[in-house]
């Protein structure tokens, strides 16, 4: 049975709210990933239907989420894919080749490991935080820990928390850092070959 209410006191940042019934009634608890498909971000006020479950925490909360007069709809989205698990695999793949023949400093892959652990536990702490409704991490500092490296780690951890999953500018910001690291790791690696082929 499916049941229709308006958003109320929606929390982009946390990506929770609460949906207020038609006809009056308890609040219930609605969290992001609960929209079914592909949709924007709700700002609060917009009239949704949902059905009715209870939580682990035992509170009334909304599943299948869906706006009024829109309809059931799951495109593949690029974090859903498992394409750029694959290309993740693929790059660490490349990276361990051309360390173990000496064309890449063992450096560059303990970097890629730290750096992708300490984004993991970034993730997961942003993640509990926001659950908590305690002191978040920046985006801007998620975002940094990408570039440096740690996108693995953060693709590990979107994919495991369901977390920076829904928001697109975060999205696109994510995958402009994963392309920035890449072609800087590219740059550094063609730099120091040619330095080693000139001293040959």
């Not at 949906?19 to 929209?35: A, C, D, M, R, T």
């Not at 970097?111 to 926001?130: E, G, M, N, P, Q």
């Not at 985006?139 to 490296?149: A, M, P, R, W």
């Amino acid at each position: 049975m499916r049941f229709q209410g308006k958003i109320t006191a929606w929390k982009d940042e946390q990506g929770f709210g609460f949906i207020s019934p038609n006809g009056g009634g308890k609040q219930v608890y609605l969290h992001i990933k609960e929209f079914t498909g592909y949709c924007k971000r709700p700002k609060g006020d917009e009239l949704v239907t949902y059905k009715l479950i209870t939580d682990t925490k035992g509170r009334a909360a909304a599943s299948e989420v869906l706006y009024v007069g829109s309809r059931r709809k799951n495109p593949l989205s690029l974090d859903q894919s498992i394409i750029p698990v694959y290309l993740t695999l693929a790059f660490l793949s490349i990276i361990c080749v051309a360390v173990s023949v000496n064309r890449l400093s063992p450096n560059v892959l303990l970097i890629y490991a730290i750096t992708s652990l300490v984004t993991f536990i970034f993730y997961w702490l942003d993640k509990r935080a926001a659950k908590n409704n305690s002191q978040r991490t920046s985006e801007t500092t998620l975002q940094s820990l990408s570039l440096i490296g740690g996108w693995p780690g953060a693709l590990l951890a979107q994919r495991i928390f369901r977390h920076k999953t829904s928001k697109k500018s975060f999205r696109i910001t994510f995958w402009i850092q994963v392309f920035l690291n890449i072609i800087g790791l590219l740059i550094i690696t063609s730099s120091t070959i040619n330095t080693i082929i000139g001293f040959a």
